[in-house]
T-cell receptor
């Protein structure tokens, strides 16, 4: 069973601060997705990384896939209250493309 | 922008009853999935479906569960005899040619009483 551990589990910061969320596993993933989920809603896809060492940027969000494709990070620059939400990483080991979801990081950005 | 839709948004049923959850995936997608999320827990994979057959299923997806793509647009999950522990949010997802990029629907909240 693949496990994806995210850290921190909870993060409360002030507007304008930077933060990094980590997603770690002992398994190798053929791709890794980051999602954001609001209460009572479905996960919304933010980005997909597939190549070891890959870095993708989405406005103030920077995503990195580890060289060995076992870990990933999400860095948010100058966080805003609108960034508040649950951030999930999810890895695909190939085959049927089933996603294994991480434990989640609940981010709160306060004014 | 194309999106995955699901109906109903909330389904309440009694233990032992059959339920059918419906999904309309993004129209040109080829891969279809069901996941569930028990309140406060992780999103868990149930089943993947490609080329009109199940490609992978989890231990959760036992004989009480079945999936079907009855026409070119709908994708359904049937639970034959619901149990209290089936209460959860059920998410449908679809993926295009790349497969691994999965787009999720808004979910159906299933409550079994």
């Amino acid at each position: 069973t693949q496990l994806l551990e995210q850290s921190p589990q909870f993060l409360s910061i002030q507007e304008g601060e930077n933060l990094t969320v980590y997603c770690n596993s002992s398994s190798v993933f053929s791709s890794l997705q980051w999602y954001r989920q609001e209460p009572g809603e479905g996960p919304v896809l933010l980005v997909t990384v597939v190549t070891g060492g890959e870095v993708k940027k989405l406005k103030r969000l920077t995503f990195q896939f580890g060289d060995a494709r076992k870990d990933s990070s999400l860095h948010i620059t100058a966080a805003q209250p609108g960034d508040t939400g649950l951030y999930l990483c999810a890895g695909d080991t190939g085959g049927g493309n089933k996603l294994t979801f991480g434990t989640g990081t609940q981010l709160k950005v306060e004014l | 922008e194309p999106e995955v839709t699901q109906t109903p948004s909330h389904q309440v049923t009694q233990m032992g009853q059959e339920v059918i959850l419906r999904c309309v995936p993004i129209s040109n997608h080829l891969y279809f999935y069901w996941y569930r999320q028990i309140l406060g827990q992780k999103v868990e994979f149930l089943v993947s479906f490609y080329n009109n057959e199940i490609s992978e299923k989890s231990e959760i997806f036992d004989d009480q569960f079945s999936v079907e793509r009855p026409d070119g647009s709908n994708f359904t999950l049937k639970i034959r005899s619901t149990k209290l522990e089936d209460s959860a949010m059920y998410f449908c997802a679809s993926g295009g040619a790349l497969g691994y990029e999965q787009y999720f629907g808004p979910g159906t909240r299933l409550t079994v009483t």
